[in-house]
């Protein structure tokens, strides 16, 4: 457990001193410490395997001699280590010329060329001529999925792939098949493979074994260049490396280095194979100006000054308060402060905002709350060292799939007790498995937190004096407590109180917990005020227990977190400070009703599609029909984008320079790969570009200037830009008084007669907001929406699998495809929010809580 400092153990390594927490593998501190030792099947995220034999070192203990395996011997005190000695590196040879009798010679076309540790090893121990006769394989590679390719006449049976998909992963995709001579991996019953594709196996795989057949460039890895940048999808900001060759990006690796991001080289579907964006036909290949409903190209100055004009004259006209801008959860941080700057700088206008802050103002709230109650977060580096973590309303392999393999590491690492709570049976598979389950019933969040938390009270499990002392309003919120029985609660929630109380019991013992809070709490209506529940939770084990609390709000995008941390909201400055001379009325706080009803003139739209991304579709359409004067930037042509007066093609996060900052506060460094493809710009450019049309250029308009210029603005992002290093911005100087929160009692959902089941949305595994759809690699492993209903709601229904059905809400409907999964409980169908051509948004409609519906066989 995390709690137990580990021992440190002192021993040598051919004669230097060395130190390693107890538990560690020779290995693993040889190669911290810079000796060379050859191994092939050693990862320091998997579990010690000693598959490929070439790791032998000497060994001695009280004057006892062994010859050991590297990868799996724990350091002891007083032991003193040997590397490469003759008799090892005979051992170790010999294993390699064994390895290399089947091994083909291929590297010229081989993807691991130049980053192969069997030619590195091969060199490592000089083994330039073997002894043995050579008899390669000969198997066909395996082209049977999209997306990974098998050519096992590399293979070298280390494990790694068949470990990552199992350990890391928690999918058991892969396994080992036959025996002796024939032995090799491969899916069950050599079935197309079928899987997260989340592509670890390929990063592990030491020698082209498994390939990314995505992008059909292979080999010598020197032919191409890296570069480490951030990904641009979903908020767990996992550092990627960009390759590219001839300017052109072609695959996207992992790196798995020391130190390198918070990631350890992990990466899902998205992150790996979503570079299709980049170099993409579909993108906006000009400028347009709308004439009449027809889209005319025209030049970048003619586009910039229409716009500077047009901005100039509305706020001449109407004021500064007749203009508003949304800016975006992807742009990089610089080009949100430029954005926000522009609307208050330029115009005096604090009718900013962003989409998720549009619709939940509350999650910045909660946040600050959290720091205020002197809950700051330790780093999600850490997370993989928890004692507990509470998975809230979150689909982790889906929602922040690389989460769930920092999650999955504790569990097989420190044996962090994992506890899910889930209106969904979301499947979260790991060897150490879930400890806790608590699959509830849709909508009854509120209840399970509250109930849990008056459990720790009503048992003691925390010290409650001093969170009576510490805390403000204690005994009012107590009272708020009391509806809670366990009665009461197990009607609500449909959950025992015998497993909420295992769950409290967990909870408040001495422990690092970590909280991680999913999006589709957005979905029930309820998100303030369960958001104040886990924190009313958090402050209680906080104050009156031992350990710590780390809680991870909602976010969704890339940059979700520092598109408000640079003030791209009306109620906060740059680092949350206070807005100075608020106006009465921010009308940015209704945008679109605003709109709507003729008070906004102009709205600036940077990068985001709320005709299918928002949840009120039709007062979004209605919005951006009335305002006078549209534009929009964006990469692809957007169903918002062709409501525009105006349109500017901008360029990918591959092709701009920058910081963004990810849920858990790491600003990460974001690198250009390629140059900004055919005439699209940066967002940077773009604002630089409408200031200087105003005739008030920017004071700063280098990205390195900018950061400087945040850095001196934003005090919480001192020291931090450009983000190399990956580091947390601080919140301690948030800190005050902690208080309880107020929640109301629990109201049951409403009812609707003849709609007897209720909506979740959220993005599917493959997609993320609009980009992903232009990735053919991840169109081709999720080319479809579906609604997921539980098997009997199926049989219920007369439906099947794959047929397709009308779902029907009091606001509107769509025709989709079945899957039936036990995942999905019975009431309640699951419908991912990212395809265009099934606006799940309608069913809402700009409805709040779980919006009632029914179901139909299509006809
Ligand atoms: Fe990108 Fe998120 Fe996947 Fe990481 S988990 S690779 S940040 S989409």
Redesign the pocket.
Known sequence: MSTVVKKTINFKINGKDVSAPEGTVILEVANRQGFEVSNLCYNKKLKPFAACRTCMVETVTDGKKELVYSCTQPVAEGMEVKINTDETNRYNKACLEMLLVEHPLDCPICDKSGVCPLQDNTDTLQLYNGRFDIHRRNEPSIKSNPIIEFYLNRCIMCGLCVRACDETQGVQALDFHKRGMSVGIGTANDEPLDCEFCGQCITVCPTGALMDMTSGARGLAAMFTSTLT?????????T?DLQSKKGKVLRIEADEGYGVGI?EG???????F?YGIIHNEDRIISPLMNHGGEFKEVSWDEAIKTIAERLQSTVNRSGPGSIAGIGSEKMTNEESYLFQKLFRGHFGSNQITNLANLRAPYVNRFMLDCFKGGIQSKPVTELEHADVVLIFNSDLPSE????GNSVRKGAVFTGTDIIIANPRDVVFKNEAQTDIRLTFTHGADLAVINRLTRIIIDNNLVDIKKAKTDIAHYDEWVKSLKPYTANESEKLTGLSDEILTRTAERFAREADRFIIIGNDILDTGQGEDILKALLNLSLLVHCGGEGSVSIYPPREH?NSQGVNDMGVTPDFLPGYQPVQNPSAENLADDLFGNCVNGKLKLLYIAGEDPVNSYYKASQVQEALQNVPFLVVQDVFMTETAQMADIILPTSTFAEKDGSQT?MTRHVQRIKSATLPQGVSKPDFDIFCEIADALGKPFEHDTVEEVQQEIENNVPIYKGLLPGTDSRQWPADSFAEKPEFQICPAFTESREKNGYPYRLQTNNSMFH?GSYTQHAKALVDVGPECFAEIHPEDAEALSVQEGDRIIVESANSKIEVPVKTSYVTTRGMVYIPQNWVDVPVNLLRNGEEGLVPIKISKAG
Do not use: D, E
């Not at 922040?400 to 989460?403: A, H, L, Q, R």
């Open positions: 951030t990904c641009n999808y979903c908020s767990w900001g996992c990627i990631n992990n990466l899902c579907a998205k992150g790996r979503g922040y799939p690389v989460g890339c990810n993320i």
